[in-house]
């Protein structure tokens, strides 16, 4: 689709300048994101077709219609080159405030990609101006552009960033200034919006400030700020002052505080955790388990802790048990990892974690096992194991995993499609915490994502899942049958490309790799241009946004309905 739009531009040599639409612009930037099945390094076609999308782009920078300039400033960012780089510093200075926000993106492409390696000084210079850009959508947009890596050019202007009106960019500003290590101003600490507050509290542990963070917010409404705090706890080494606090902590209520407490309890006090870690992997919730044996792994009897976890009958417990051992006890992991690969029937949450295991080792010694896993039930069933497998194969060397690669294709099954909605369709997803209400996409817009969860809805097949992954101002994710992220409902998606910005509320469809969506969903807490482009949007929250907050992982969707 991408590339067919690419051709029919280019079909028309005629023409001095094609004419764009902001949909072809798009397309033409989705040509910088084309991945293969395997992962492998970008061809030299691939250079090719980015170039030449790039110079088709490059016209509708200067057109008349704000809308064409937009979507070829940001198609840009994902198919440019060090030499666009001009040019999108240019279309940073563009009269639109919504061109301006989208160079900033544009720009963060650049290195986020990999197309250059930092910003210029140029660059730093524009950024610098658009942080004091009278627009909030410009202002998050380009504090976003420093807060995925240490950008000190920038230091600068982020302390004002971080008192800004606009949350979203206190938000990415406190995270920027955590990447330098820097703390910011303490009242952000008392910030109304949570994800701030959270963000403060790390950034705070970054510059090791611990002294100035308050007890009280132990106790904060948002178990996201709870969890930032057993974190910091964790990191200052300070058991005198945290450890009755992490106590009460992992007392609840709030999962995602309580396991984060474990974790902090465990660091500080070493073997004295031994009586309230041995507690924690009897409780009922997977999740907090999970969390338990994970703490367990520095306790002297941690190797037999995690042997022991990795017979757990819930494979949730069993997988992070396994992960865990061979994380932190290489030669205690080894038969356990050789016996699992090797078994035909293993659950395929253990086979996954094994699998990741191997491919993280690089060991030849688990060759042959990764070749028996080849042949298992959960791989001949699963894309995502598949394309693991694929991956630890080729850790091990191309030479030892191509004969292999042959009779292993990426995929033995094709995408399977969904008729087109009729009408657009809203859902709502009831949880112990509140219903939050999601208008999916119309028309030809994401179609098959769309109509593949209104089917699911309709079928009762989200009814009784869980959110098995909560992630502090990032997403929750959940609509996993199997409730480890790892399952589908039998069939999988081809993707499909979307224009929908992941901003807050934004429902995408996770996936392992190229066409491997499902069932499963994902709700953005905050916005997440990483991810535009990459990742199909199918949905939005149009109303119980606030519900999204409150979720923790191990919540369930009470009921799904169409309405």
Same mark, same amino acid.
């Given at each position: 689709?991408?590339?067919a739009a690419?051709?029919?531009?280019l079909?028309f #040599?005629a023409?001095a300048v094609?004419?764009?639409?902001p949909?072809?612009?798009f ?6 994101l ?9 061809s030299?076609?691939s250079?090719?077709?980015? +170039?030449?999308a790039a110079a088709?782009?490059?016209p ?7 809308d064409?300039?937009?979507a070829?400033v940001?198609a840009?960012?994902k198919?440019?080159?060090?030499s666009?780089?001009?040019?999108l ?14 160079a900033? $993106? ?8 990999k197309r250059?390696p930092?910003?210029?000084p140029? +660059? ?10 009278p627009d #909030? ?5 380009t504090v ?6 240490p950008e000190?050019?920038?230091?600068e202007?982020?302390p004002n ?23 910011p101003?303490?009242d952000l600490?008392?910030d109304?919006e949570p994800? &701030? =507050?959270a963000e ?6 970054a510059?090791?400030a611990w002294? =100035? $963070?308050?007890d009280a917010l132990f106790?904060d409404p948002?178990?996201?700020v709870r969890a930032a705090m057993?974190?910091?706890?964790? %990191?200052?080494?300070? %058991?005198?002052?945290f450890?009755p ?6 007392a609840g209520p ?7 407490a474990?974790l902090?309890l465990?660091k ?5 955790? %031994?009586?309230?870690l041995?507690?924690?992997r009897q409780d009922?919730?997977?999740w907090l388990?999970c969390?338990?044996?994970e703490a367990?792994?520095?306790l002297?009897d941690?190797?037999?802790i995690?042997?022991?976890?990795a017979?757990?009958?819930? #494979?949730?417990v069993?997988a ?5 051992l061979?994380?932190s006890s290489p030669?205690?992991a080894?038969?356990?990892l050789?016996?699992l690969l ?5 659950p ?9 295991a ?5 060991d #030849? ?5 990764l $070749?028996?896993?080849?042949?298992s039930k959960?791989a001949? +069933?699963?894309?995502?194991l ?5 991956n630890a194969?080729?850790a091990?060397?191309p030479?030892k995993?191509?004969?292999a690669f042959?009779?292993?294709?990426p995929?033995?099954d094709?995408?399977r499609?969904?008729?087109? $909605?009729?009408?657009?369709a809203v859902?709502e997803?009831?949880?112990a915490?509140?219903t939050?209400?999601i ?20 079928r009762?097949?989200y009814?009784?899942?869980?959110w098995h992954r &909560?992630v502090?101002a990032?997403?929750v994710q959940?609509g996993?049958?199997r409730?480890?992220g790892?399952?589908?409902a039998?069939?999988r998606l081809?993707?499909e490309d979307?224009r929908r910005?992941f901003?807050?509320g934004?429902?995408g469809?996770?996936?392992a790799?190229?066409?491997t969506a499902?069932?499963?969903l994902f709700?953005?807490l905050?916005?997440i241009?990483h991810?535009?482009g990459r990742y ?9 946004l606030? &519900?999204?907050?409150?979720?923790e992982p191990?919540?369930l969707?009470?009921?799904? =309905?169409?309405?």
């Amino acid at each position: 689709m991408i590339l067919a739009a690419l051709l029919a531009l280019l079909a028309f #040599p005629a023409r001095a300048v094609p004419i764009l639409t902001p949909a072809e612009a798009f397309s033409l930037g989705q040509v910088g994101l084309v991945e293969s099945p395997d992962g492998t390094v970008e061809s030299a076609a691939s250079v090719s077709s980015r +170039a030449a999308a790039a110079a088709l782009l490059a016209p509708a920078l200067l057109d008349g219609h704000p809308d064409l300039r937009r979507a070829a400033v940001e198609a840009l960012g994902k198919v440019g080159a060090p030499s666009d780089e001009a040019s999108l510093i240019s279309a940073a200075a563009d009269p639109e405030p919504a061109v301006r926000g989208e160079a900033a $993106l544009a720009l963060f492409r650049l290195v986020f990609l990999k197309r250059i390696p930092r910003y210029s000084p140029a +660059a730093i210079a524009r950024l610098s101006l658009l942080a004091g850009d009278p627009d #909030p959508e410009v202002r998050w947009r380009t504090v976003y552009a420093a807060s995925r890596w240490p950008e000190p050019r920038l230091s600068e202007v982020l302390p004002n960033a971080a008192r800004d009106a606009d949350w979203r960019t206190r938000l990415f500003a406190v995270r920027s200034l955590a990447k330098l290590g820097f703390a910011p101003d303490p009242d952000l600490l008392a910030d109304p919006e949570p994800y &701030v =507050r959270a963000e403060a509290v790390a950034a705070f542990s970054a510059a090791k400030a611990w002294i =100035r $963070l308050p007890d009280a917010l132990f106790g904060d409404p948002s178990s996201h700020v709870r969890a930032a705090m057993a974190d910091a706890a964790a %990191a200052s080494g300070d %058991a005198a002052r945290f450890v009755p606090l992490l106590e009460r902590l992992a007392a609840g209520p709030g999962t995602l505080a309580e396991g984060r407490a474990l974790l902090a309890l465990a660091k500080l006090l070493g073997g004295a955790s %031994a009586k309230v870690l041995a507690e924690a992997r009897q409780d009922r919730r997977w999740w907090l388990r999970c969390r338990a044996y994970e703490a367990s792994a520095g306790l002297a009897d941690g190797p037999a802790i995690l042997l022991a976890g990795a017979r757990d009958a819930d #494979p949730r417990v069993a997988a992070q048990s396994l992960e865990t051992l061979a994380a932190s006890s290489p030669t205690a992991a080894l038969p356990e990892l050789q016996r699992l690969l090797r078994r035909p029937d293993a659950p395929l949450e253990l086979l996954g974690a094994a699998v990741d295991a191997a491919g993280q080792r690089k060991d #030849p010694a688990l060759l042959a096992g990764l $070749l028996a896993a080849t042949r298992s039930k959960a791989a001949k +069933a699963s894309p995502e194991l598949r394309g693991s497998i694929r991956n630890a194969l080729a850790a091990l060397g191309p030479g030892k995993a191509a004969a292999a690669f042959k009779s292993f294709p990426p995929f033995v099954d094709k995408p399977r499609s969904f008729p087109a $909605l009729r009408a657009p369709a809203v859902i709502e997803l009831e949880t112990a915490k509140g219903t939050f209400v999601i208008a999916l996409a119309s028309g030809a817009e994401a179609s098959v994502h769309a109509a593949a969860v209104a089917d699911g809805v309709a079928r009762g097949l989200y009814d009784g899942l869980n959110w098995h992954r &909560v992630v502090t101002a990032f997403v929750v994710q959940g609509g996993d049958p199997r409730g480890s992220g790892w399952g589908d409902a039998g069939w999988r998606l081809a993707d499909e490309d979307t224009r929908r910005p992941f901003l807050r509320g934004t429902v995408g469809a996770p996936k392992a790799g190229k066409d491997t969506a499902g069932c499963q969903l994902f709700v953005s807490l905050v916005p997440i241009p990483h991810l535009d482009g990459r990742y199909t949007a199918f949905g939005t929250v149009i109303s119980g946004l606030h &519900v999204l907050d409150l979720l923790e992982p191990g919540d369930l969707i009470v009921r799904a =309905r169409l309405r």
